[in-house]
């Protein structure tokens, strides 16, 4: 079987860039996912991505993204969509680099043969505010769009008999107010 | 005629690095540094529990979350007076180690190679020249034509697809690149093996670590590995094989493909050994200690001033009591209130300007060491570790040293270290001496668990009232400390001052500029249109802004717009 990859992107600690790691443990504590597939809470990885896409058959990328549409938006990218996207002045190992990780996996020939990227448009970013309402309303059809995206690689998991709530544990930044405080 | 330019990456939410530079007569004359992230990241730890704050304080950054787990610790452990085993200190060091040569490999190949390496002469190079050449500089075994011939047909299909992919917006043909088509493919071929190397690095961070990004086994004392050699799932003997053979991968790599590399490259800029010193203040901590008290450590720290290395000023401990006393944040030029804090008194409440030259211009503060402006990073961990005579720092740096002059035929000494070559010098120097101590801390750590002792973590107790803790640790990009004050078992104040904060910093309230801005003055600029120059100068410190977001922007606004005013 080949292997899947299924990755959150963006940093929990600011507000909706969180929506990507959010949404891998929404997927972990409500489905039973095939050993070919695996999940991964990517962080904000800059130039690393490229390590964490390398071998995988199939990606699903799950990030914020700003494409001016409302907060909760959902687009989705292919691979040719990503590789159009004009390239950037690298000043730090940090800046958005999904387009140079592609361009990067293609020179060395291991570019992921399956790609999807699902883009919501988020909303707020403070430090410790957690994913906003229109955001965290708009997760299940991050979800759906994962599963019918594995549906299409023929990749089939399972409801979990007994769900849990998602370990985000980061969430429990939004009953502490400091940080929204101060930016106040 | 004074031009000026900026770059500045048009960022969605949060902003990256900004230079503005003044041109005249070909030069630098004047330069400013900003940050366009609010940083205010740690004010989201105050009123929680100090045990879970290295969870937290991992996520600050997305490249380097273990350097803040680590230092978030050891600030409460400081605060505490708490030791920990000899196998936590071990395992910590494990991970440091590589994840630092993980991000030194990156830096190098994949951050800024191609600021020296034109890919363009690529196609052009002799292949079987550039084996022969390459066998001369080091035993490493994968230099064969077959290979170079490999990476060669690579950038050949990829030019003659009509797109450059990843090299379409490099500045190729520029005046001031000059290296050979063989050094130009050779130095590509390994860019492209560095990835797999990087890679192994990473994988012993996630065998010790439990994952990466973000490791899982830290705790307030300790680590939380099980050690059991004869149990599956926690540390056993057939782990610690698989790291030790990884690592004996990676050592290689680093000293017969990435040393080699730099110093050849670095002896065929030589020029670059005279531009981009700026601030010759330098601090670094001791990192990598050899036991559970931290009384000895395999990298050396201290200060330097002025650049007199003959005054250094060695550091005794991982915190030395000088170091807790002489470091305060300016917030004078940058968009916070107030003026000069202690980092345990710190204050992070944002009071945003426009860019103002004469005024308030970055969301980074201003870190000064008894006033001073200092530099940090691996310059600044050579440059005193060799200043104290310490063996291992010496050994590489006067290997590099003599292959550098070697090949630009002309004697570089450890003073010109202090320039923008010096730092990328420094950072392979760097990665040498990591690359040995690798092994060492390996088997620290295999002998002291066969000698019986499986120990990995010491319990926290904390006191009623008010305590403070410094945590520090030299990474990849310089020193780094967490500042905690802790009453009654609750964070009441948190400031982590970051390596970029002090490399980037703006100017102070006596008007002193920041190492990046000082590092700028006299840099050449051949063409406004095109600052290569300036690029090389920034990336020689590996800039780490954006402790910070990654929002995806479909239609590429994250370029960094080169603007000549």
Known sequence: MSEVLIAGIGNVLLGDDGVGPFSVKVLESQYDFPHNVELADLGTPGLDLPVYLLGADAVILVDSAKFGGEAGDIRMFRKQEILNIPPSTRIDPHSPTLRESFSLLELLGAIPREFLMIGMQGGRFDPGSGLSTPVRLCIPHIIDAVLRELRRLNVWCEPKASVKPPGTWWDSLRRNTTGKALLG | ?565
């Open chain 2, 1 to 565: 005629m004074t031009s000026r330019i900026k770059i500045d990456p048009i960022s969605r939410i949060e902003g990256h690095l900004r230079i503005d530079a003044e041109v005249d007569g070909g030069f630098v004359s004047k330069a400013w540094a900003s940050c366009t992230m609010w940083r205010g990241i740690e004010n989201i730890l105050i009123g929680r529990d100090p045990r879970e704050a290295w969870l937290f304080a991992q996520r600050f950054c997305g490249v380097c979350t273990t350097v803040h787990a680590i230092a978030s610790v050891r600030a409460v452990e400081d605060a505490l007076k708490l030791q920990i085993p000899p196998n936590a200190q071990y395992i910590r060091n494990l991970i440091l180690i590589h994840h630092a040569l993980h991000d030194h490999i990156v830096h190098f190949y994949h951050l800024s190679a191609l600021d020296w390496i034109d890919v363009m002469q690529i196609p052009k190079a002799d292949p079987v020249k550039t084996a022969s050449l390459a066998q001369s500089l080091s035993s490493w075994t994968r230099n064969s034509p077959q290979e170079f011939k490999s990476a060669q047909d690579k950038v050949k299909a990829l030019a003659s697809s009509g797109q450059l992919g990843i090299f379409a917006n490099g500045y190729w043909g520029h005046p001031a690149m000059h290296l050979s088509p063989e050094v130009s493919l050779l130095g590509f071929t390994h860019y492209l093996q560095a990835l797999e190397f990087q890679r192994k690095s990473n994988q012993i961070v996630a065998i010790l670590g439990g994952k990466t990004p973000h490791i899982q086994n830290m705790t307030v004392g300790g680590v939380a590995n099980a050690i059991d050699l004869d149990s599956l799932g926690t540390l056993t003997m057939d782990r610690l094989q698989m790291i030790r053979s990884l690592i004996d991968e990676v050592i290689p790599f680093v000293h017969e493909a990435y040393f080699p590399d730099v110093c050849a490259i670095a002896g065929m800029y030589p020029e670059w050994f005279d531009i981009g010193g700026g601030v010759n203040n330098y601090l670094a901590v001791p990192d990598l200690p050899n036991d559970g008290s931290a009384s000895h450590f395999d990298l050396p720290g201290g200060v330097i001033f002025s650049g007199d290395r003959n005054a250094v000023k060695p550091f005794k401990s991982a915190a030395d009591e000088e170091f807790r006393q002489a470091v305060t944040e300016d917030n004078t030029r940058a968009w916070y209130k107030g003026s000069v804090f202690h980092p345990y008194k710190g204050q992070t409440n944002p009071d945003y300007t426009d860019f103002q030259d004469n005024g308030k211009y970055t969301w980074v503060k201003a870190p000064r060491y008894e006033w001073r402006p200092m530099q940090v990073g691996p310059l600044s961990n050579i440059l005193v570790g060799y200043a104290q005579g310490h063996p291992l720092t010496r050994k590489w740096t006067d290997l590099a040293l003599g292959r550098i002059s070697a090949v630009a035929k002309r004697n570089v000494t450890v003073d010109q270290l202090q320039s923008t070559m010096g730092r990328y010098a420094a950072r392979a120097i760097r990665s040498a001496m990591l690359a040995d101590l690798a092994v060492k801390h390996c088997e620290l750590l295999t002998n002291n668990i066969l000698s019986g002792d499986v120990a990995t973590h010491n319990p926290p107790q904390f006191p009623k009232g008010e305590i403070e803790g410094v945590g520090t640790h030299e990474a990849p990009r310089g020193t780094l400390s967490h500042w905690v004050v802790i009453k009654d078992a609750k964070l009441v104040n948190y400031q982590a001052v970051v390596p970029t904060t002090w490399n980037a910093s703006p100017r102070d309230i006596q008007g002193n500029v920041g190492p990046y801005e000082a590092s700028l003055m006299r840099n050449p600029v051949a063409d406004p249109e095109r600052p290569l120059e300036l690029l090389r100068t920034v990336h020689s410190f590996d800039p780490c802004m954006a402790c910070a977001c990654h929002t995806f922007d479909p239609d590429g606004r994250e370029i960094a717009r080169v603007k000549v005013l």
